[in-house]
């Protein structure tokens, strides 16, 4: 039996940067810079930084509470998601 190929670690794959750029997108519609963006997160700029470069991955409750930060929800970000994935892949929604 053939052994299944590995899918490349999320960092790694190219739809990470449509997902950062989301990140980058509502965290900048905020009005905040990194640094104040940071601060309501409790976290370094450095966190946020490596976050929207997508050198660090985010679980579900980092993302949630960015999510809530930017003043959204994480069923809303996770629909922009897959709406801007679907189009950059052409690839049509499973369900």
Excluded at 60 to 85: G, N
Aim: aromatic share 6%; charged share 25%.
């Amino acid at each position: 039996m053939p052994v299944p190929k590995k899918t490349p670690k999320s960092i790694y794959r190219p739809e990470i940067l449509v997902v950062v750029g989301l990140l980058r997108g509502m965290r900048e519609a905020t009005g905040l810079n990194q640094t104040a963006f940071a601060t309501k997160l409790g976290r370094s700029q450095a966190y946020v930084s490596q976050a929207e470069r997508g050198a660090v991955r985010l679980d579900a409750l980092q993302l949630r509470d960015w999510c809530l930060a930017c003043k959204t929800d994480l069923v809303t970000f996770a629909q922009q998601i897959e709406d801007a994935l679907s189009s950059h892949t052409g690839n049509r929604k499973r369900r």
